[in-house]
């Protein structure tokens, strides 16, 4: 009997799921330069502000949570 694929298991659901995605991502990015924004800070006025501060923080996440990794993580026979 064979078992019923899950939605992400056919790969054109899954290329058609990453074309809408960075489509969007790409309509998303053009719109920031077209609509006028009311920043508070001047760092805002920056285009893509938002884009590139979302990856840093992202990256700086990654990296703080490795380092955090390495002192929390247990021997391999801590429950042995």
Known sequence: MKRKLNIFEKSENVRRVKLIFFTSLIILFIIDFVIHKHVRFSIEKIPAFYALYGFIANITLV???????????RGEDYYD
Do not use: D, S
């Open 63 to 73: 990296f703080i949570a490795n380092g955090l990794r390495k002192i929390v993580m």
